[in-house]
């Protein structure tokens, strides 16, 4: 991976995206359907992974921030009518052809990262935990996240209102921990994991 072209990177996400938004479109299964599910949370998930540092390769140092003021901007936009509009979409083509309107828009996008993005070749690897160690985190922070995920189901029946409460304040608790012990690989390990399981219960919460 440290030495492939992050474009051959982002666009092959993509391509992963259109291929499983036809899965799950034609799904015969429920097994096939959440094998197409997860090829689309690989493809979203690696995205992310790498947007910050394509951002910082694409822009001036000066445009950094407001480039990934865009990115959050776009993010938070489509968090907030992707739900209202699948909704709205599944009452007139079902659930199925809302799935399938992914596959266009990811192939509208695959076109213009191709013409648009420039190549984008390794720097070489910098100062920091290695790739090995780099995914063994990764790998706990979402193991963490899916006992997060379940615990939180649990006791959601109970405590709804504690658990809205807690989480906001033990995510603030945790970025700033982050903040002061960012160059302390096996503190950021923690605290990441404690990210993973608070970060991704908090939407089983508020979805409640």
Sequence with gaps: MKRIDRKLVLTSFSVLLII??????????????????????????????????VVMRLLPEDSVPKGLAMINAGNAIAATISAPLGSLLGDYVGWRGAFFLVVPMALLALIWQWISLPS????????????????????????????????TGLLLRTRLFSLLIVIPLVMALLAAALISLGTVPLGVTILLIGWGFFGTAAPVGWGT
């Design 20 to 53: 499983s938004g036809l899965i799950v479109t034609f799904a015969p299964n429920y097994a096939v359907l959440m094998i197409g599910r997860a090829m689309f949370g690989i493809a979203i998930g690696g995205f992310w992974a790498m947007s910050t540092a």
């Design 120 to 151: 984008l070749p390794s720097r070489g690897r910098l100062q920091g935990v290695s790739i090995t160690a780099l995914s063994a985190i990764l790998l706990l922070m979402g193991l963490a996240g899916v006992a997060g995920t379940w615990l």
